[in-house]
Protein backbone atom coordinates (compact mmCIF):
# COMPACT_ATOMS: atom_id res chain seq x y z
CA UNK A 1 0.00 0.00 0.00
CA UNK A 2 1.08 3.18 -0.49
CA UNK A 3 1.17 5.94 1.95
CA UNK A 4 -0.39 8.49 -0.52
CA UNK A 5 -3.66 6.40 -0.81
CA UNK A 6 -4.03 7.24 2.73
CA UNK A 7 -3.04 11.10 2.33
CA UNK A 8 -4.38 12.34 -0.99
CA UNK A 9 -7.61 13.79 -0.66
CA UNK A 10 -10.37 12.17 -2.87
CA UNK A 11 -12.32 15.39 -3.47
CA UNK A 12 -12.03 18.62 -5.90
CA UNK A 13 -13.51 21.03 -4.03
CA UNK A 14 -15.88 21.85 -1.11
CA UNK A 15 -18.35 21.48 -2.74
CA UNK A 16 -18.10 17.94 -4.22
CA UNK A 17 -17.16 17.10 -0.60
CA UNK A 18 -20.68 18.47 0.65
CA UNK A 19 -22.67 17.14 -2.39
CA UNK A 20 -21.34 13.75 -1.74
CA UNK A 21 -22.11 12.74 -5.54
CA UNK A 22 -25.55 13.18 -4.97
CA UNK A 23 -26.37 11.37 -1.82
CA UNK A 24 -25.17 13.95 0.66
CA UNK A 25 -28.57 13.86 2.31
CA UNK A 26 -27.58 9.92 3.18
CA UNK A 27 -24.54 9.81 3.78
CA UNK A 28 -24.70 13.15 6.18
CA UNK A 29 -27.82 11.85 7.67
CA UNK A 30 -25.88 8.42 8.70
CA UNK A 31 -22.87 10.30 10.14
CA UNK A 32 -24.63 13.44 11.69
CA UNK A 33 -27.03 11.09 13.74
CA UNK A 34 -23.97 9.05 14.52
CA UNK A 35 -21.96 11.65 16.18
CA UNK A 36 -25.20 13.01 17.53
CA UNK A 37 -26.37 10.05 19.29
CA UNK A 38 -22.75 9.43 20.57
CA UNK A 39 -22.68 13.24 21.71
CA UNK A 40 -25.97 13.02 23.44
CA UNK A 41 -24.61 9.88 25.09
CA UNK A 42 -21.25 11.79 26.63
CA UNK A 43 -23.47 14.14 27.75
CA UNK A 44 -26.28 12.34 30.00
CA UNK A 45 -23.62 10.56 31.27
CA UNK A 46 -21.92 13.26 32.22
CA UNK A 47 -25.31 14.69 33.71
CA UNK A 48 -25.69 11.28 35.25
CA UNK A 49 -22.12 11.64 37.24
CA UNK A 50 -22.41 15.55 37.90
CA UNK A 51 -26.06 14.62 39.74
CA UNK A 52 -24.26 12.32 41.93
CA UNK A 53 -22.68 15.76 43.82
CA UNK A 54 -26.81 16.39 44.98
CA UNK A 55 -27.10 14.59 48.44
CA UNK A 56 -29.48 12.23 48.02
CA UNK A 57 -32.23 12.10 50.37
CA UNK A 58 -31.27 9.12 52.10
CA UNK A 59 -28.01 10.20 53.11
CA UNK A 60 -29.46 13.76 54.49
CA UNK A 61 -31.64 11.74 56.69
CA UNK A 62 -28.49 10.20 58.27
CA UNK A 63 -26.39 12.99 58.04
CA UNK A 64 -29.53 15.05 60.00
CA UNK A 65 -29.10 11.97 62.57
CA UNK A 66 -26.05 12.35 63.14
CA UNK A 67 -26.19 15.46 63.99
CA UNK A 68 -28.83 15.62 66.62
CA UNK B 1 -18.58 -14.74 50.84
CA UNK B 2 -18.63 -13.25 47.61
CA UNK B 3 -15.87 -13.28 44.70
CA UNK B 4 -15.37 -9.52 45.50
CA UNK B 5 -13.94 -9.87 48.63
CA UNK B 6 -11.87 -12.78 47.67
CA UNK B 7 -8.21 -11.82 48.52
CA UNK B 8 -6.55 -14.15 45.20
CA UNK B 9 -4.70 -11.80 42.68
CA UNK B 10 -7.18 -12.71 40.21
CA UNK B 11 -10.08 -11.10 42.01
CA UNK B 12 -8.40 -8.01 42.96
CA UNK B 13 -10.17 -6.14 41.00
CA UNK B 14 -13.44 -7.48 41.77
CA UNK B 15 -14.00 -5.30 44.33
CA UNK B 16 -15.87 -1.98 43.68
CA UNK B 17 -13.01 0.40 45.15
CA UNK B 18 -9.95 -0.87 43.01
CA UNK B 19 -12.76 -1.19 39.79
CA UNK B 20 -13.57 2.77 39.66
CA UNK B 21 -10.21 3.36 40.64
CA UNK B 22 -8.83 1.18 37.62
CA UNK B 23 -11.68 2.19 35.42
CA UNK B 24 -10.29 5.52 35.84
CA UNK B 25 -6.93 5.18 35.32
CA UNK B 26 -7.78 3.13 31.77
CA UNK B 27 -10.39 5.78 30.74
CA UNK B 28 -8.26 8.73 29.00
CA UNK B 29 -6.10 6.30 27.28
CA UNK B 30 -9.10 4.95 25.78
CA UNK B 31 -11.00 8.30 25.29
CA UNK B 32 -7.29 10.00 23.62
CA UNK B 33 -7.63 6.50 21.47
CA UNK B 34 -10.95 6.79 20.37
CA UNK B 35 -10.65 10.50 19.33
CA UNK B 36 -7.31 10.06 17.28
CA UNK B 37 -8.65 7.06 15.66
CA UNK B 38 -11.98 8.53 14.39
CA UNK B 39 -10.04 11.53 13.37
CA UNK B 40 -8.11 9.33 11.29
CA UNK B 41 -10.80 7.25 10.12
CA UNK B 42 -12.95 10.00 9.15
CA UNK B 43 -10.15 11.40 7.20
CA UNK B 44 -9.78 8.29 5.86
CA UNK B 45 -13.26 7.77 4.49
CA UNK B 46 -14.79 10.86 3.84
CA UNK B 47 -11.37 12.39 2.32
CA UNK B 48 -8.78 9.73 0.61
CA UNK B 49 -11.26 6.42 0.16
CA UNK B 50 -11.97 6.45 -3.60
CA UNK B 51 -15.93 6.72 -4.96
CA UNK B 52 -16.71 3.05 -5.21
CA UNK B 53 -17.01 2.32 -9.02
CA UNK B 54 -20.51 0.26 -8.58
CA UNK B 55 -22.50 2.59 -5.88
CA UNK B 56 -20.95 5.84 -5.90
CA UNK B 57 -20.28 8.03 -2.52
CA UNK B 58 -23.45 6.24 -0.71
CA UNK B 59 -20.99 3.39 0.17
CA UNK B 60 -19.28 6.15 2.24
CA UNK B 61 -22.10 5.11 5.02
CA UNK B 62 -20.33 1.36 4.99
CA UNK B 63 -17.28 3.31 7.26
CA UNK B 64 -19.77 3.70 10.68
CA UNK B 65 -22.32 1.25 9.26
CA UNK B 66 -20.18 -2.26 9.62
CA UNK B 67 -18.04 -1.15 13.07
CA UNK B 68 -21.65 -0.16 14.38
CA UNK B 69 -22.96 -3.45 13.46
CA UNK B 70 -19.82 -5.26 14.96
CA UNK B 71 -19.87 -3.39 17.93
CA UNK B 72 -23.48 -4.13 18.58
CA UNK B 73 -22.62 -7.87 18.51
CA UNK B 74 -19.69 -7.70 20.49
CA UNK B 75 -21.00 -5.66 23.48
CA UNK B 76 -24.16 -7.92 23.34
CA UNK B 77 -21.79 -11.29 23.95
CA UNK B 78 -19.57 -9.26 26.75
CA UNK B 79 -22.81 -8.04 28.52
CA UNK B 80 -23.99 -11.41 28.46
CA UNK B 81 -20.72 -12.95 29.70
CA UNK B 82 -19.87 -10.27 32.50
CA UNK B 83 -23.66 -10.68 33.28
CA UNK B 84 -23.44 -14.50 33.58
CA UNK B 85 -20.11 -13.99 35.71
CA UNK B 86 -22.20 -11.54 37.93
CA UNK B 87 -25.11 -14.44 38.50
CA UNK B 88 -22.65 -17.44 38.91
CA UNK B 89 -20.24 -15.99 41.00
CA UNK B 90 -22.53 -13.21 42.64
CA UNK B 91 -20.17 -10.62 41.39
CA UNK B 92 -21.87 -7.60 42.03
CA UNK B 93 -18.93 -5.60 39.88
CA UNK B 94 -19.40 -8.00 37.46
CA UNK B 95 -23.11 -7.17 37.09
CA UNK B 96 -22.40 -3.75 37.22
CA UNK B 97 -20.15 -4.03 34.21
CA UNK B 98 -23.05 -5.78 32.32
CA UNK B 99 -25.46 -2.92 33.19
CA UNK B 100 -22.33 -0.13 32.19
CA UNK B 101 -22.19 -2.07 28.85
CA UNK B 102 -26.10 -2.09 28.32
CA UNK B 103 -26.89 1.33 26.73
CA UNK B 104 -23.68 1.67 24.99
CA UNK B 105 -24.69 -1.74 22.76
CA UNK B 106 -28.32 -0.15 22.39
CA UNK B 107 -26.93 2.85 20.54
CA UNK B 108 -24.75 0.90 18.41
CA UNK B 109 -27.44 -1.69 17.22
CA UNK B 110 -29.37 1.92 16.50
CA UNK B 111 -26.95 3.43 14.72
CA UNK B 112 -26.47 0.19 12.73
CA UNK B 113 -30.50 0.15 11.67
CA UNK B 114 -30.61 3.78 10.90
CA UNK B 115 -27.09 4.18 8.81
CA UNK B 116 -28.81 0.87 7.32
CA UNK B 117 -31.80 2.17 6.36
CA UNK B 118 -30.16 5.29 5.02
CA UNK B 119 -27.78 3.05 2.89
CA UNK B 120 -30.67 1.04 1.71
CA UNK B 121 -33.00 3.64 0.43
CA UNK B 122 -31.12 4.96 -2.45
CA UNK B 123 -29.42 1.42 -2.94
CA UNK B 124 -32.41 -1.32 -2.57
CA UNK B 125 -35.20 1.13 -2.94
CA UNK B 126 -36.56 0.53 0.53
CA UNK B 127 -35.52 2.24 3.95
CA UNK B 128 -36.54 -1.25 5.57
CA UNK B 129 -37.02 -4.73 4.27
CA UNK B 130 -37.97 -7.67 6.73
CA UNK B 131 -34.41 -9.61 5.45
CA UNK B 132 -33.23 -11.97 7.73
CA UNK B 133 -30.63 -9.72 8.86
CA UNK B 134 -32.38 -7.19 9.32
CA UNK B 135 -34.78 -8.63 11.52
CA UNK B 136 -32.44 -10.31 13.65
CA UNK B 137 -30.52 -6.77 14.24
CA UNK B 138 -34.15 -5.30 14.91
CA UNK B 139 -34.40 -8.04 18.13
CA UNK B 140 -30.73 -7.32 19.33
CA UNK B 141 -32.45 -3.85 19.76
CA UNK B 142 -35.03 -5.12 21.28
CA UNK B 143 -33.15 -7.70 23.87
CA UNK B 144 -30.80 -4.62 24.90
CA UNK B 145 -34.51 -2.26 25.59
CA UNK B 146 -35.51 -5.55 27.02
CA UNK B 147 -32.74 -6.23 29.64
CA UNK B 148 -32.48 -2.46 30.71
CA UNK B 149 -36.38 -2.44 31.14
CA UNK B 150 -36.14 -5.54 33.41
CA UNK B 151 -33.34 -4.16 35.14
CA UNK B 152 -35.09 -0.67 35.58
CA UNK B 153 -38.75 -2.38 36.89
CA UNK B 154 -36.73 -4.30 39.78
CA UNK B 155 -36.19 -2.01 42.75
CA UNK B 156 -33.65 -4.92 44.54
CA UNK B 157 -30.31 -4.08 42.38
CA UNK B 158 -29.09 -7.78 42.79
CA UNK B 159 -32.34 -9.23 42.23
CA UNK B 160 -32.38 -7.04 39.16
CA UNK B 161 -28.91 -7.94 37.76
CA UNK B 162 -29.89 -11.69 38.46
CA UNK B 163 -33.20 -11.20 36.27
CA UNK B 164 -31.42 -9.56 33.49
CA UNK B 165 -28.49 -11.47 33.45
CA UNK B 166 -31.43 -14.40 32.72
CA UNK B 167 -32.53 -12.19 29.55
CA UNK B 168 -29.30 -11.84 28.49
CA UNK B 169 -27.82 -14.88 28.45
CA UNK B 170 -30.87 -16.44 26.68
CA UNK B 171 -30.73 -13.71 23.85
CA UNK B 172 -27.17 -14.98 23.28
CA UNK B 173 -28.80 -17.17 21.09
CA UNK B 174 -30.09 -14.43 18.28
CA UNK B 175 -26.25 -13.01 17.91
CA UNK B 176 -24.87 -16.32 15.76
CA UNK B 177 -28.48 -15.66 14.24
CA UNK B 178 -27.12 -12.24 13.01
CA UNK B 179 -23.79 -13.39 12.33
CA UNK B 180 -24.78 -16.26 9.80
CA UNK B 181 -27.84 -15.10 8.57
CA UNK B 182 -26.78 -13.98 5.24
CA UNK B 183 -25.09 -17.46 4.82
CA UNK B 184 -27.98 -19.19 6.70
CA UNK B 185 -30.91 -17.46 4.00
CA UNK B 186 -31.02 -16.12 0.37
CA UNK B 187 -30.90 -12.20 2.25
CA UNK B 188 -30.86 -9.19 0.67
CA UNK B 189 -28.31 -7.92 2.79
CA UNK B 190 -24.94 -8.50 1.50
CA UNK B 191 -22.47 -10.95 3.18
CA UNK B 192 -19.52 -10.17 4.85
CA UNK B 193 -16.91 -7.95 3.01
CA UNK B 194 -14.06 -8.62 5.21
CA UNK B 195 -13.43 -12.00 6.18
CA UNK B 196 -10.38 -13.34 8.14
CA UNK B 197 -10.11 -16.62 5.67
CA UNK B 198 -9.74 -14.83 1.74
CA UNK B 199 -9.05 -11.73 0.60
CA UNK B 200 -11.25 -8.82 1.22
CA UNK B 201 -13.47 -7.79 -1.34
CA UNK B 202 -12.63 -4.28 -1.65
CA UNK B 203 -9.89 -1.61 -2.22
CA UNK B 204 -7.37 -1.13 -0.13
CA UNK B 205 -7.96 2.57 1.35
CA UNK B 206 -11.30 1.51 1.94
CA UNK B 207 -10.56 -1.51 3.91
CA UNK B 208 -8.02 0.26 5.97
CA UNK B 209 -10.65 3.45 6.31
CA UNK B 210 -12.84 0.85 8.11
CA UNK B 211 -10.57 -1.06 10.19
CA UNK B 212 -9.50 2.37 11.72
CA UNK B 213 -13.39 3.36 12.37
CA UNK B 214 -13.89 -0.38 13.68
CA UNK B 215 -11.06 0.58 16.06
CA UNK B 216 -11.99 3.60 16.83
CA UNK B 217 -15.76 2.17 17.66
CA UNK B 218 -14.11 -0.13 19.89
CA UNK B 219 -12.21 2.28 21.78
CA UNK B 220 -15.51 4.56 22.43
CA UNK B 221 -17.29 1.92 23.70
CA UNK B 222 -14.99 0.74 26.07
CA UNK B 223 -14.09 4.42 27.32
CA UNK B 224 -18.12 5.11 27.62
CA UNK B 225 -18.75 2.22 29.40
CA UNK B 226 -15.66 2.20 31.83
CA UNK B 227 -17.26 6.34 32.42
CA UNK B 228 -20.80 4.52 33.42
CA UNK B 229 -19.37 1.96 35.07
CA UNK B 230 -17.76 4.63 37.46
CA UNK B 231 -21.07 6.06 37.90
CA UNK B 232 -22.55 2.91 38.00
CA UNK B 233 -20.52 1.90 41.23
CA UNK B 234 -20.73 4.92 42.82
CA UNK B 235 -24.25 5.16 42.64
CA UNK B 236 -24.26 1.15 44.33
CA UNK B 237 -21.87 1.67 46.90
CA UNK B 238 -23.06 5.28 48.39
CA UNK B 239 -23.70 3.37 51.47
CA UNK B 240 -19.48 3.25 52.03
CA UNK B 241 -16.92 5.25 52.71
CA UNK B 242 -15.10 5.30 49.69
CA UNK B 243 -17.45 6.21 47.59
CA UNK B 244 -18.95 9.37 49.94
CA UNK B 245 -14.69 10.11 49.78
CA UNK B 246 -14.66 10.51 46.13
CA UNK B 247 -17.85 11.93 45.42
CA UNK B 248 -16.79 14.89 48.01
CA UNK B 249 -14.19 15.15 46.54
CA UNK B 250 -15.99 15.66 43.18
CA UNK B 251 -18.13 18.31 45.34
CA UNK B 252 -14.71 20.02 46.04
Known sequence: ?68 | MTASSRKTNWFKYAAPQRLHSLAGTALPWFGALAVALTLLGLWIGLGAAPTDAQQGEVYRIIFIHVPAAWMSMVIYLAMAFWAGVGLVFNARSASALALALAPTGALMTFIALWTGALWGKPTWGAWWVWDARLTSELILLFLYIGYLSLHAAIDDTRRADRAAALLALVGVVNVPIIYFSVKWWNTLHQGASVNLLRAPSMATTMLVGMLVMALAFWMYSIAVALLRLRVILLEREQHTAWARQVVDEMRA
Request: proline share 3%; hydrophobic share 45%.
Open chain 1, 1 to 68: MKSNMIWNLNWASVSDFLAMGGYGLYVWGSFGVTALVMLLEMWSLSARRRSLREPSPYVNEIELENFE
